[in-house]
């Protein structure tokens, strides 16, 4: 079988001066996880959710027991609400931050005449979860994971 006859021909994409926010809400508004970067029309990256949820990582806490001071316990709650403000803040600014920020530049693509065999086994290999489909330089579809276990099981019944 091949990626023509399961690929999605209707493929949202974005451009890489995006801001995050909106790419925030083509994922919701779309139901996707993740989607083609394009810019005059040719395919420059890919981005996820995943690529987003990595901003939001938290720096990891010691195990270990620690007693506040007097002093310390007076001062906690203050700088618990100057890390409350300064994280808003940082949240503003992130939402004003360009695709091209946090996009995979390394894209891996295939075409719609390939079979679903090769696909597989580009993601697989590179552990990614969907494809751009190529032809002739024009983006032309996308392919995912799903689409490739829809293909396969048809093609196994």
């Not at 925030?24 to 890919?46: C, M, Q, Y």
């Not at 290999?125 to 293909?151: E, F, M, Q, T």
Request: hydrophobic content about 40%.
């Amino acid at each position: 079988m091949k990626i023509e006859d399961v690929m999605n021909k209707d493929v949202i994409t974005c451009a890489p001066g995006d801001s995050l926010s909106h790419l925030a809400n083509l994922f919701k508004e779309n139901h996707i996880s993740g989607l083609p970067v394009v810019d005059k029309g040719k395919v420059v990256g890919l981005v996820s959710e995943t690529d987003l949820l990595k901003l939001f990582k938290m720096p990891e806490y010691s195990n270990e027991l620690w007693l506040p001071s007097p002093f310390e316990i007076i001062e906690i709650p203050i700088r618990n609400l100057v890390q409350i403000e300064e994280t808003k803040k940082n949240l503003e600014n992130l939402k004003l931050r360009p695709v091209k920020d946090i996009m995979t530049k390394d894209v891996h693509a295939i075409s719609p005449q390939d079979d679903l065999e090769d696909a597989s086994s580009i993601m697989v290999k590179y552990k990614i979860n969907r494809l751009p489909v190529i032809d002739n330089g024009k983006l032309v579809g996308i392919v995912a994971r799903s689409d490739i276990l829809r293909g396969l099981s048809g093609a196994m019944t």
